[in-house]
């Protein structure tokens, strides 16, 4: 291992430390405007460096976090998949949420899914939470999906984002949970 962190491999991906070599793909895929469909904004170079800035810290400072994710077969950077704690005052805070967020040519098949699985077992066989979640906004289909792939179930109450404005398109969230025992059943 080059920085001494942890290293996560899937059948065709590698979940990482971020490197410097990251920040530039990182930088084109926040900068494409239907990765960031479902976000307030495509995010400026240095906006995208500060984020990739805070998973690098949150990864050197616990060993886990938005992990850099790498196809083994190329070596390619391809986005972040992993474990995150929000910082936003969530109505179901403190939490531990599954993240993704790939470049264009990596979607449509299932590397967002094989990555989550890995964050998964990750966060409940090494960390031992108790559950995981994910929320997007309502229209993210691509992501409700990749939730639903791995047995998460949508809670009966969405939420407004904290974060945007009341009355922005993208304020209604949905949430996902998945419970230890539900993915321990799954996982059987
Ligand atoms: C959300 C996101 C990661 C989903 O990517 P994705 O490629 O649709 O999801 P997966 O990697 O699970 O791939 C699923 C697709 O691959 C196909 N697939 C092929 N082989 C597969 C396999 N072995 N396993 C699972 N799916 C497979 C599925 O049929 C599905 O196809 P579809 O494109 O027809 O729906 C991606 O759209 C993204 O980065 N979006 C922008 C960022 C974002 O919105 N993040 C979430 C914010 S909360």
């Given at each position: 291992?080059?920085?001494?962190?942890?290293?996560?491999?899937?059948?065709?991906?590698?979940?990482?430390?971020?490197?410097?070599?990251?920040?530039?793909?990182?930088?084109?895929?926040?900068?494409?405007?239907?990765?960031?469909?479902?976000?307030?904004?495509?995010?400026?170079?240095?906006?995208?460096?500060?984020?990739?800035?805070?998973?690098?810290?949150?990864?050197?400072?616990?060993?886990?976090?938005?992990?850099?994710?790498?196809?083994?077969?190329?070596?390619?950077?391809?986005?972040?998949?992993?474990?995150?704690?929000?910082?936003?005052?969530?109505?179901?805070?403190?939490?531990?949420?599954?993240?993704?967020?790939?470049?264009?040519?990596?979607?449509?098949?299932?590397?967002?899914?094989?990555?989550?699985?890995?964050?998964?077992?990750?966060?409940?066989?090494?960390?031992?939470?108790?559950?995981?979640?994910?929320?997007?906004?309502?229209?993210?289909?691509?992501?409700?999906a990749v939730m639903e792939r791995l047995g998460m179930r949508e809670d009966a109450?969405?939420?407004?984002?904290?974060?945007?404005?009341?009355g922005h398109p993208l304020r209604s969230h949905c949430l996902y949970r998945l419970?230890?025992?539900?993915?321990?059943?799954?996982a059987a």
């Amino acid at each position: 291992m080059d920085d001494g962190s942890l290293r996560i491999e899937t059948p065709r991906l590698r979940l990482r430390q971020w490197r410097d070599a990251d920040y530039a793909p990182f930088a084109a895929l926040n900068a494409d405007a239907e990765v960031m469909r479902y976000f307030p904004a495509p995010l400026t170079r240095a906006e995208s460096d500060a984020m990739a800035d805070r998973c690098r810290a949150l990864i050197a400072g616990r060993g886990w976090g938005p992990w850099a994710v790498e196809r083994k077969l190329d070596g390619v950077f391809v986005g972040f998949v992993g474990l995150h704690e929000p910082a936003a005052a969530l109505p179901f805070s403190p939490c531990v949420e599954v993240a993704w967020r790939l470049a264009r040519d990596a979607w449509g098949s299932g590397l967002a899914t094989e990555a989550a699985r890995a964050a998964l077992a990750y966060g409940f066989g090494t960390l031992g939470l108790d559950e995981i979640v994910s929320f997007t906004t309502l229209d993210n289909r691509r992501s409700r999906a990749v939730m639903e792939r791995l047995g998460m179930r949508e809670d009966a109450l969405g939420f407004e984002h904290p974060a945007l404005p009341p009355g922005h398109p993208l304020r209604s969230h949905c949430l996902y949970r998945l419970p230890r025992a539900t993915w321990r059943a799954g996982a059987a």
